[in-house]
C-alpha cells in the first residue's frame, strides 16, 4: 500500500526552464511534507518542507505547492540547472498524530538537460 | 547542516556472516534514529525506529532478530545485519534526529553485497 505516490519515474527539462515534481498521498492524517534529492550511493538532502497549514512555501529556486483538497504536492524548480540532475523524493509525516516516522514516494528522476 | 555519518560505506560480505553498520550524528544530539532500507528504483522503507535507551520499534514485515539495532549513546545507533543472505543486499541509510531542532538528517548510507 503506496501512502505517498510519484507516478513519474523519470523528467527530463531544459536548462533555465522549469521542473515540476508532483506527488500525491492517500493517507488523510499526513500534515507535514518534505522533498529530498538524491544522488546514487548518497543519503537523500533535504531541500524545503511544508506543513499542512500552508498551501506554498518558497526557498530560492525551489517552490513547493500544497493542495490538501486534491492530496497532491508539487516541488517547482525554477530556473533548472544542470547540476538540479537527480533523483527526488517527496516524503510525509502524521506530526499532529505524533508520527515523526518519514513515507517517501519511489522518487523521479530529474535530469537537466544542458 | 548537521552532519550524520555511516560506517562503512560499503561492505561485501559472505552468505551466513553478520554485518555491523554504525551511524553517527557528529555535531548534535539525537535521541530518536531511524533505519531506512533502499532497493535499486524503488523508495526508502523504513524499517525501525531507534531510541536512545529503550527498544527500537520495527516496522511490520522486518524481523528484529535478523535486523539488530543498538542505540547505545545520543550519537551512535547501529544496525546489525545477522546471518545475511543475498536478498539482504540492499543500500541502508540512517536519519537522525535533533534533540533540538527535530530535524531529520540522513546519512550518506551503506551499499551491502551479500555474494
Known amino acids: 500500500d503506496q501512502q505517498v505516490k510519484q507516478n513519474s519515474p523519470s523528467l527530463s527539462v531544459q536548462e533555465g526552464r522549469i521542473s515540476i515534481l508532483n506527488c500525491d498521498y492517500t493517507?488523510?492524517?499526513?500534515?507535514?511534507f518534505l522533498w529530498y534529492k538524491k544522488y546514487p550511493a548518497e543519503g537523500p538532502t533535504f531541500l524545503i518542507s511544508?506543513?499542512?497549514?500552508?498551501d506554498k512555501n518558497e526557498d530560492g529556486r525551489f517552490t513547493v505547492f500544497l493542495n490538501k483538497s486534491a492530496k497532491h504536492l508539487s516541488l517547482h524548480i525554477v530556473p533548472s540547472q544542470p547540476g538540479d540532475s537527480a533523483v527526488y523524493f517527496c516524503?510525509?509525516?502524521?506530526?499532529?498524530?505524533?508520527?515523526?516516522?518519514?513515507?517517501f514516494g519511489t522518487g523521479t528522476r530529474l535530469t537537466i538537460i544542458p | 547542516g548537521a552532519v550524520v555519518s555511516q560506517h562503512p560505506s560499503r561492505v561485501i560480505c559472505k552468505s551466513g556472516t553478520s554485518v555491523k553498520i554504525e551511524c553517527r550524528s557528529l555535531d548534535f544530539q539525537a535521541t530518536t534514529m531511524f533505519w531506512y532500507r533502499q532497493f535499486p528504483k524503488q523508495s526508502l522503507m523504513l524499517m525501525a525506529t531507534s531510541n536512545e535507551g529503550s527498544k527500537a520499534t520495527y516496522e511490520q514485515g522486518v524481523e528484529k532478530d535478523k535486523f539488530l539495532i543498538n542505540h547505545a549513546s545520543l550519537t551512535l545507533s547501529t544496525l546489525t545485519v545477522t546471518s545475511a543472505h543475498p536478498e539482504d543486499s540492499s543500500f541502508y541509510i540512517c536519519?537522525?534526529?535533533?534533540?533540538?531542532?527535530?530535524?531529520?538528517?540522513f546519512g550518506p548510507g551503506t551499499r551491502l553485497t551479500v555474494l
Open positions: 493517507n488523510s492524517m499526513f500534515d507535514y
Open positions: 516524503a510525509a509525516s502524521a506530526l499532529a498524530f505524533g508520527n515523526e516516522k518519514l513515507t
Open positions: 536519519s537522525a534526529r535533533d534533540l533540538e531542532t527535530n530535524e531529520q538528517f
Open positions: 511544508i506543513s499542512s497549514i500552508k
